[in-house]
C-alpha cells in the first residue's frame, strides 16, 4: 500500500513523502481513521 505523509514518522519519512507500507501498518500511522 501507498501513502503520502500528512507529518513526520520516525523511521519511514518526513512531510509530503510518499512510501510503501503494509496495510496493517498503514491504519497505525497518526492521521489515519482507521
Do not use: H
Amino acid at each position: 500500500m501507498q501513502v503520502i505523509l500528512l507529518d513526520k514518522v520516525a523511521n519511514l519519512g518526513s512531510l509530503g513523502d510518499q512510501v510503501n507500507v503494509k496495510a496493517g501498518y498503514a491504519r497505525k500511522l497518526p492521521g489515519t481513521a482507521g
